[in-house]
T-cell receptor
Framework: DTGVSQDPRHKITKRGQNVTFRCDPISEHNRLYWYRQTLGQGPEFLTYFQNEAQLEKSRLLSDRFSAERPKGSFSTLEIQRTEQGDSAMYLCASSLDGTSETYEQYFGPGTRLTVT | AQKITQTQPGMFVQEKEAVTLDCTYD???????LFWYKQPSSGEMIFLIYQGSYDEQNATEGRYSLNFQKARKSANLVISASQLGDSAMYFCAMGTMDTGRRALTFGSGTRLQVQP
C-alpha cells in the first residue's frame, strides 16, 4: 500500500500526559499537512510542511503542540500536557505541489485521540 | 479569509438515482481550487473531484461531476446513479492559488444515505 499511513490509529491517554503521532506520506510528495477533526465537523488545518520546512501554523496549534518533519519524510505531531479538549481525530495528508495547478491532498486514516 | 458553507446536514437518495450536494463558498482570492472529499464511517478522507476557479468546463470524474457557478459562488457535487457504497459524509473544501499556501478550508459536511 503506497498511501498515507498514520500510527497509532487510536490513542487513549489521561489528561496531562504527552502523546506523539506519526504520519508517513506518499513517498514522492513534498508537502505534508496536519488537520484536526472533531465530531460532526469538517477538518481544520493545523500546520503544513514543504519538505522539512514548517511553513505555516494555525492559531489552533497552541504552544503545547509541536510538529516536525525531519529529512522531509515522515512527520510527528506531539501534544504535551493533554487536555480533554484535545480529543479529536488527527488527520495527516500529503500532496505533490509545484508540478501542476491541481494540488489535491491525499489523507491518511487518522489517529483518534481520546483524553480521559 | 475563506469560508465554505454546506447547508444540508443530511440527505437521502434512492439507489440508482442522482443526488446533488450543495456547497457555497466565500473568498477574496482571484485564483482558487474547489475540492470534494468523501469520508466513510472508517474515517479516511477520499478525494473525489477538483475544480479550478479559471476552469471553464465543469469537472467530471466517473459518476461525480461538479456544477461550478462562479458568479453564484457555488460548487455543487452531483452523484449520478447512486450506489449503496456512496453512503458517507461528503465535504466541500477550497484552497487558494494566489499564494503558495495550500491549506484547505472545509465545510461542515453533508451525510448522504443511499436507500435500496
Amino acid at each position: 500500500d503506497t498511501g498515507v499511513s498514520q500510527d497509532p490509529r487510536h490513542k487513549i491517554t489521561k489528561r496531562g500526559q504527552n502523546v506523539t503521532f506519526r504520519c508517513d506520506p506518499i513517498s514522492e510528495h513534498n508537502r505534508l499537512y496536519w488537520y484536526r477533526q472533531t465530531l460532526g465537523q469538517g477538518p481544520e488545518f493545523l500546520t503544513y510542511f514543504q519538505n522539512e520546512a514548517q511553513l505555516e501554523k494555525s492559531r489552533l496549534l497552541s504552544d503545547r503542540f509541536s510538529a516536525e518533519r525531519p529529512k522531509g519524510s515522515f512527520s510527528t505531531l506531539e501534544i504535551q500536557r493533554t487536555e480533554q479538549g484535545d480529543s479529536a481525530m488527527y488527520l495527516c495528508a500529503s500532496s505533490l505541489d509545484g508540478t501542476s495547478e491541481t494540488y489535491e491532498q491525499y489523507f491518511g486514516p487518522g489517529t483518534r485521540l481520546t483524553v480521559t | 479569509a475563506q469560508k465554505i458553507t454546506q447547508t444540508q446536514p443530511g440527505m437521502f437518495v434512492q439507489e440508482k438515482e442522482a443526488v446533488t450536494l450543495d456547497c457555497t463558498y466565500d473568498t477574496s482570492d482571484q485564483s482558487y481550487g474547489l475540492f470534494w472529499y468523501k469520508q466513510p464511517s472508517s474515517g479516511e478522507m477520499i478525494f473525489l473531484i477538483y475544480q479550478g476557479s479559471y476552469d471553464e468546463q465543469n469537472a467530471t470524474e466517473g459518476r461525480y461531476s461538479l456544477n461550478f457557478q462562479k458568479a453564484r459562488k457555488s460548487a455543487n457535487l452531483v452523484i449520478s446513479a447512486s450506489q449503496l457504497g456512496d453512503s458517507a459524509m461528503y465535504f466541500c473544501a477550497m484552497g487558494t492559488m494566489d499564494t503558495g499556501r495550500r491549506a484547505l478550508t472545509f465545510g461542515s459536511g453533508t451525510r448522504l444515505q443511499v436507500q435500496p
